[in-house]
Structure formats: structure tokens, C-alpha cells
């Protein structure tokens, strides 16, 4: 098993940066593809971004494309989201996710374990 916890999330302003982590327990973390996802208020929850368990893999939505970078630092267990030129339809619950061994995957029903999230807030 592994456990998640999301941190980094915050309050910023239109065209500003924030980078989110998501701290893994777990000596097989490696082994873990990573997603994030993120939900809106009255919205579902929507894909943003996946790394491989290699972590030579990554894959992006097409709304962050660009402007989210997503790594992973095996090492630390941690997976980070660099986001930049946020915009205010950036704001959302963000939350990470994995499962073993996946290939990338944007459906959140692969995905096994989840962070509890953390609050982004764009402000125009």
C-alpha cells in the first residue's frame, strides 16, 4: 500500500506559479504511476497530468499543456506539479493519485490510492 499527502496548494494571482507535492510512504514508490487530478467546485474531477512509473513517461490535459510541469523524485518519494501561468479556471481541489505499475491512465477509476487534496485559488 501507499499513502499520499498532497501539500503547496494556496492563493495566487492570475498568471502566477504555485508548485504542488505529493509526499509517498512506501519503499516501492517507484514502482507507482502518478496522477493529478483536480475538481472544481460543482464540477467532476477532471485529469491534469501523469507520470510514469518509470518516470520517463509523462502526459498532460490539453487545458495545462504548456503552462504544468509534472516530475517525480524517486528518492524522496515525491511527486511534484510545477504550475505556471495559472488562470483563474485553474481553481480547484487538486489531488494526487497512483496505482502500481499503471500505464498512464486519465480515467481516476485506475487509480488506486489518493491524497486528500489541496486547495488552488487563481484570483483575476
Known amino acids: 500500500q501507499v499513502q499520499l499527502a498532497e501539500s503547496g496548494g494556496g492563493l495566487v494571482q492570475a498568471g502566477g506559479s504555485l508548485r504542488l507535492s505529493c509526499a509517498a510512504s512506501?519503499?516501492?514508490?517507484?514502482?507507482?504511476?502518478v496522477g493529478w487530478f483536480r475538481q472544481a467546485a460543482g464540477k467532476e474531477r477532471e485529469f491534469v497530468a501523469a507520470?510514469?512509473?518509470?518516470?520517463?513517461?509523462?502526459y498532460y490535459a490539453d487545458s495545462v499543456k504548456g503552462r504544468f510541469t509534472i516530475s517525480r523524485d524517486n528518492a524522496k518519494n515525491t511527486v511534484h506539479l510545477q504550475m505556471n501561468s495559472l488562470k483563474p479556471e485553474d481553481r480547484a481541489v487538486y489531488s494526487c493519485?497512483?496505482?502500481?505499475?499503471?500505464?498512464?491512465?486519465?480515467?481516476?477509476?485506475?487509480?488506486?490510492?489518493w491524497g486528500q487534496g489541496t486547495q488552488v485559488t487563481v484570483s483575476s
Open positions: 507520470i510514469g512509473w518509470g518516470g520517463g513517461t509523462t
Open positions: 512506501g519503499r516501492t514508490f517507484m514502482s507507482y504511476t
Open positions: 493519485a497512483a496505482a502500481w505499475k499503471l500505464n498512464i491512465a486519465t480515467d481516476p477509476s485506475e487509480y488506486n490510492y
